[in-house]
């Protein structure tokens, strides 16, 4: 066991906030440190470890199911192999969980577990709020205990929301949370220094929002089970017109309850894949790396929402495939 504790930042935001955009901008930025990542994702199928631009051996995914609760053991059985990689010395470790996520499971899962507590120092936990959306999520319990846990909050998507509502959001978040030190950014690009090397978390702040935290065998919680994810794994090569008239369609019918879609797309004709977001109403689909000529040309593609069709959804996704 190496003499030094590993400094852990937990990453924490709802659905779309800018969680693993933070996490690329960790990782590019950052010369100093050798990061290992765990990234939790709350559908069933990952996407997001293909678009974390790190080693491979220092990435970890964990799929359908959230870190506080269904898949915790996963949490401890991941950072413990991440420890335990032979030869690879990481300086520091960055735990982004899944959009759904109550982040004080998570705390607790490092605070008490003596294995953890015993190799890993919590540096700080870093809230992304997603400054078009707060709004309308600030009701959600899990959003307020996501901002509340925070030592450290970044306001991201400022570019697509005015002076004013940020202004509203500053107020409205310093209600749920009075100490985190609040930044703003486009990207998730807050100053590094903003975000890691600094100890942040502070048990006794802890103990004050959450004061059984330490003793609870299992954190009281409940996910908004109206939420759930459905997914659709395809070869076959999409058809860019169909595949755009469909999802544009979809978020026009169903963007309220439709919270997230995420892809990695084959499209006809092209020599990259292509990564898709949506979240609610705004979409993007950016040119990810070229296939590779011996690899299987798969589209992954997640739903999560409330109250989903799941059987629609898939259909219209595969009626976007080009005819064989
Ligand atoms: N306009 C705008 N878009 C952003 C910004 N930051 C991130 N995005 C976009 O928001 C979408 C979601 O970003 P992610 O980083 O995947 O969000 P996430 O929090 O990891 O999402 P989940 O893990 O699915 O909860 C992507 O399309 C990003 O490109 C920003 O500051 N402005």
Redesign the pocket.
Known sequence: MRAEKIPVTVIS?F???????LVNHLLGQNEAFRIGVVVN?FGEVGI?GQ?IVSEQEALIEINNGCVCCTVRADLVASVKEMLDLAGHRLDRLVVET??LADPAPVLQTFLADPDLRSQVDLESVIT?IDALHLQQQLSDEIVREQIAFADTLIV??I??VSEEVLRAIQNEVRMVNRTATVVR????EAPIDALLGTKRFSLPNLLMIEPDILEEEDHDHEHDTSISSCSVVTSGALDADRFHRWVNQLVNDQGQRLM?M?GLLNFASEARRFHF?S?HMLL?AMPGPRWEADEPRDNRFVFIGRDLDREQLRQGFLDCLHAA
């Open positions: 935001g659905l779309g906030a800018g969680k693993t955009t994702e997001d678009l899944s959009g992304v991201n998507k570019d697509l950014s486009v990207n998730s997230r995420k977001h979240v993007e």
